[in-house]
């Protein structure tokens, strides 16, 4: 069973950016899509970006051209850079590995804490 560990979440001020981490643990890694959610106080979880295995990357539309997703497959490793962050993108950050194909797999971190605040 794959584990996923989240890293770099902190308070920064607006417009500052932040980078996230995400290490996962286990053998299907490169073979899963890579997928960064987020969630504020009081609302839905929204996603935020994903890669695919091959490194394809989807954005959210109030990210997009902000936020950059990658991935290391030699690494295990799922990264998210984010640009010009807003106090309104102040949530918890999740990084969640998912297959949909067999083995189908649905895992997701413990969350890390971005506090966009002056």
């Known amino acids: 069973q794959a584990q996923l560990l989240e890293s770099g979440g902190g308070l920064v001020e607006p417009v500052v950016s932040l980078a996230l981490g995400c290490a996962a643990s286990?053998?299907?890694?490169?073979?899963?899509?890579m997928v960064w959610f987020r969630q504020a106080p009081g609302k839905q979880r929204d996603l935020v970006a994903v890669?695919?295995?091959?490194?394809?990357?989807n954005y959210g539309d109030s990210v997009s051209g902000r936020f950059t997703i990658s991935r290391d497959n030699a690494k295990n490793t799922v990264s998210l850079q984010m640009n010009s962050l807003k106090p309104e993108e102040t949530a918890v950050y999740y990084c969640?590995?998912?297959?949909?194909?067999?083995?189908?797999?649905?895992?997701w971190g413990q969350g890390t804490q971005v506090t966009v605040s002056s």
């Open positions: 969640n590995l998912r297959r949909n194909v067999l083995p189908r797999i649905n895992i």
């Open positions: 890669v695919s295995s091959g490194g394809t990357a």
């Open positions: 286990g053998s299907l890694f490169s073979s899963s899509y």
